[in-house]
């Protein structure tokens, strides 16, 4: 029989978060740093401003960099290629930095420009026998007139049909047309061709609507506290409402498909033998649905009876997580603060992935590029890629240990309405002080098998290429059982941060204590859990729906842009479901740290008055009628 440990017993020192402590795993936070110093150095010693030019820089039909010198030109391209030798006068490119795409039906026809035209044929037909064969642009001797062309200036030459004039304006040193010249064109009526509201005008009314979609941002943490009170009034009646909806419905089910079947073998009964095949097969298959139907719904209503006390737990739970937020309800802010330096962390592996790519050998044919990757470079890009696995993974790790800091002390305390001052601070001071070891080893867990994972999908495309079935389904495999070995890592980690932030123990043995404290409390945890992630979800879609509208209704009957305001729309939808997201993430912190505190409680006191509670009223209540079950 496994042992998840004795409950723990009465500490009448104990009240919350520990705060004599000392550092933990002190070995890993080195290791971590160590191996961020390695990534900056590859990243140092393999810099090379030139190369990077050559993955930037636009390349034109010739095989030249827009923008680049002779001498700045890679090595090997005075060699000949399809058009001939080239010579040190046209291979300079240091007054034409801009690509100009001739031909928009053939992205490979550009031409290196000093400046974007005014106006351009959107679609034009490049007339071939101006072009020379020693490698010049247009024209038989060095530049001539293809000089004019080059710098800008004469571009009707090369296009004798023109359908559409359209602004150009150079973006990352590209010609780029401005589409709201394109409206009531032949290219405008193909990109209205994909709907009926993304139409050239109102891509190009978008830009004008920002100050709307940053807006949307304030309307979806605004609506993130709407649900935050929804739930601590209405959260019983909404998931009551909706098992129950889901009852009936199962019940219907097989009641339809039970009258359904009987009326059919009714009918074949007195058909006798002229009964068709066809007709007892279909009456076979209504009666096995049914019978289907029929258990699912008695299962589910047992489950439903059997776990009844533990469904108000997990809601009580969760109005529990919604009060200590009202408490302290700048905490679900946080979170933004943490993904703004996950950005910075994600923008300087790939800024040092970047450089190890470029590093590799340079290839290049007329208009494209490849920077082929050896061995050696292929290892370098997965340190880097582990590099920044493990960096975002840490930094999520010190963020939910904050707050499941902040949380804990929230739960230890008596008067649990009065607002917490400094807990977060603390918390946070704490996590950064005494354990990035611990989260260090934790997250480097995760990006391990989250970088294996990568690694098997590389292998697995090049296994289509090879087209070997067999490794395509074992890779398959293997990337779902990681794929569930990563979730119960996360999980894991998530309830020992929570042990961490409570009691300062190592990775180790509060990752044991958490285990042993879930299994103990195994029916609770899967009931908090499921009803949990059910409102978390919930409150996602509602408050990236409400913030979508919210914003298609300001710009319809507010703006000028009321024609416009589908597109906003679909973005502030997106960009409410993110902050949502973020929002939420709080409340799963909170939900989970509030229930282990609960279990401890549990099993540290009885609700006497030598060994009370630390738990709210509510919870007591249900505590006292469960008779402690």
């Known amino acids: 029989m496994v042992d998840y440990g004795q409950p723990l017993q009465y500490d009448p020192n104990f009240a919350g978060p520990t705060e004599k402590r000392k550092c933990r795993d002190c070995c890993w936070a080195v290791l971590f740093f160590a191996f961020w110093g390695g990534m900056a150095y590859l990243g140092y010693s393999l810099f090379d401003a030139n190369r990077l030019k050559y993955l930037v820089f636009p390349l ?53 420009v000093d400046e974007c035209p005014e106006t351009l044929a959107a679609q034009c037909e490049i007339d071939y026998a101006d072009v020379s064969a020693d490698g010049t642009y247009w024209g038989n001797d060095a530049w001539g007139v293809a000089e004019n062309i080059a710098h800008g200036t004469e571009y009707g030459i090369l296009c004798h049909t023109a359908t559409v004039e359209t602004t150009l304006q150079s973006a990352a040193r590209r010609c780029m ?72 419905g199962l019940g219907a089910v097989a009641g339809w498909f039970s009258w359904q079947g009987y009326n059919q073998y009714m009918d074949c009964d007195e058909a006798g033998d002229d009964c068709a095949e066809e007709d007892e097969d279909a009456r076979n298959t209504t009666l096995i649905i049914a019978g289907v139907a029929l258990v699912v719904f008695l299962i589910y209503f047992c489950i439903m009876t059997a776990m009844a006390k533990r469904i108000n737990l997990a809601l009580d739970i ?10 302290m309800p700048y905490i679900v802010v946080i979170p933004l603060f943490f993904v703004i330096v996950a950005l910075v962390i994600a923008a300087v592996s790939a800024v040092d992935g970047i450089i190890v790519y470029a590093d590799g ?59 917490i001052k400094g807990g977060l601070s603390k918390s946070l001071h704490r996590a950064l002080t005494y354990h990035l070891g611990s989260i260090a080893f934790a997250s480097l867990l995760i990006a391990i098998v989250n970088w294996i994972r990568i690694v098997l999908q590389y292998i697995k495309k090049r296994a289509k290429l090879a087209k070997s079935k067999a490794m395509k389904q074992m890779l398959r495999a293997m990337d779902c059982c990681l794929a569930c070995f990563d979730r119960f890592l996360k999980f894991i980690n998530r309830n020992a941060y929570i042990e961490i932030a409570i009691y300062g123990e190592s990775f180790c043995a509060a990752a044991k204590r958490a ?40 710009i319809y009957f507010t703006t000028d842009y009321a024609e416009f305001w589908f597109l906003p729309m679909i973005i502030s939808i997106i960009t409410g479901f993110v902050f949502g997201s973020m929002f939420m993430s709080v409340y799963e912190i909170g939900i989970d740290t509030i229930l282990l505190c609960f279990c401890e409680d549990v099993e540290r006191h009885d609700g006497s008055p030598a060994r009370p509670f630390f738990m709210s009223n509510r919870l007591r209540r249900y505590v006292n009628r469960s008779e402690m079950q």
């Open 60 to 112: 034109d039909m010739h095989g030249r960099y827009c923008g680049l010198a002779a001498a700045d030109q890679p090595e090997g391209l005075m060699d000949t290629d399809s058009f001939g030798a080239y010579s040190a006068t046209n291979l300079d490119m240091s007054d034409v930095p801009n690509l100009w795409f001739a031909d928009l039906s053939d992205a490979t026809k550009t031409i290196c």
């Open 177 to 248: 047309a401005d589409v709201s010249d394109l409206a009531g064109t032949a290219v405008g009526t193909q990109l209205e061709g994909a709907g009926e509201f993304i139409s050239p005008e109102s891509i190009a009314n978008l830009a004008q609507t920002w100050p709307y979609l940053l807006a949307g941002i304030g309307i979806a943490i605004l609506l993130g506290f709407v649900w935050l009170i929804l739930l601590r009034l209405f959260a019983k009646l909404l998931v009551w409402i909706t098992l129950l909806a889901v009852l009936i």
């Open 318 to 327: 969760v109005i529990e997580a919604s009060a200590a937020i009202a408490t």
């Open 361 to 419: 050998e340079l290839t290049q044919d007329a208009g494209s590029r490849e920077f082929e990757t050896d061995n050696m470079h292929l290892g370098m890009l997965g340190y880097v890629l582990l590099g920044i696995l493990w960096g975002l993974f840490f930094v999520e790790g010190v963020c939910e240990t904050a707050l499941a800091g902040a949380f804990a002390a929230w739960y230890w305390r008596r008067d649990k309405k009065k607002r």
């Open 515 to 554: 285990v042993n404290l879930l299994f103990r409390n195994a029916l609770r945890v899967a009931a908090v859990n499921t009803v949990g992630d059910s409102l978390l979800f919930l409150g996602k879609v509602f408050i990236a729906i409400a913030t979508g509208l919210s914003v298609g209704c300001i």
